[in-house]
């Protein structure tokens, strides 16, 4: 399925980072992000590691998120996610 997500829907989708700097952010669990359905949390680099990403994963300032969306949830998801409080 990730496979055809990102190949059969590329005009549609993107991929994108976004680094964590919302200060209310932090201590977040990813299923309490109301994130649009179609974007979909690939992968979370903090500091030197891999997470896999769960609903109960839970955010810290500094994290850098993959993300896989529309280009115009991205740009939502990416102002919600970067905005410095």
Known sequence: DLV???????DQRDLC???IQNPAL???RLRDLDLP???LVLSI???DEFLIPRGNTTLRLGDTLT??????DL?????QLAHQS
């Open 4 to 10: 055809h997500l990102l190949t059969e829907t590329r």
């Open 17 to 19: 980072e976004v680094h």
């Open 26 to 28: 932090e201590g977040k």
């Open 37 to 39: 359905a179609h974007v």
């Open 45 to 47: 680099l903090r500091g």
């Open 67 to 72: 993300l896989l969306g529309t280009v115009e």
């Open 75 to 79: 740009d939502a998801v990416v102002r």
